[in-house]
């Protein structure tokens, strides 16, 4: 995982560079919020570019990243999700609350 | 025909969630010789992933337990059944319900077994509370028309490209 805080529009941009499963949500859980706790960005936008697979575990640790940030008046973002990705998180209907966006 | 089935391989591990890429790589690799679409390499690995998580965190709870997977190939179907000697789930109708979850503090969305209803052709589910569960899913391989180049530009065959 990397990220990176744009301070003038308040963007915290979070690269996954992982394959997401049960076992490496604790890990990315840990490190989002512990970014977003000490940035409190307006919006975190979450890069899936490099994710190869993603299992159901993905969208509990994308909606505990929502709350987080929602809590701190944030709101979540995804880009560069791919197809079989995609289809998971529309299953889910998490879409409705946290869109998948262009990447800019 | 020489027997009930063409292929079939055993795999043995213990509950640890690191075993989840191990197992779900395993399985596809198996899978590969019935020369599917990446696509549905992707809905294989995700139903296995989703499988053995659940044996790591419902089965076992994170204690340590072995967990068995016993692929076979018949035609062009895989079937895949993973089981556990945990505890068994207390009512299975429940447990197959979109976003039902029996540990909603572990950000757990409730679609595990959803997921792989939809990305497999077929989901039984055996359990005894108090000595395990054991998961047997089918998937259906489609033989793709070799000349189909719409097909195969959208699908690429996975044999032929690298991921």
Sequence with gaps: MESEFLKE???LLIKI???IDHHSTEKIRRMADNEITRYMPRKVLFDFGKVSFMDSAGIGMIIGRYKTANMLGGTVEMTNVKPSIQKIFEMSGVLKIIPVVKSA | MKGLYENEMKLEFLSKSNNEAFARIT??????QLDPTIEELADIKTAISEAVTNSIIHGYENK???IKIIAKIFANTIEVEISDAGKGIENVEMARKPLYTSKPNLERSGMGFTIMESFMDEVHIESVLGLGTKVTMKKVIEKQDE?????RSRNCRSRNCIN
């Design chain 1, 9 to 11: 529009d308040k963007l």
């Design chain 1, 17 to 19: 560079t992982e394959e």
């Design chain 2, 27 to 32: 399985v596809a690799a198996f899978a590969a």
């Design chain 2, 64 to 66: 340590e337990g072995k």
């Design chain 2, 147 to 151: 000349f189909d180049d719409n097909k």
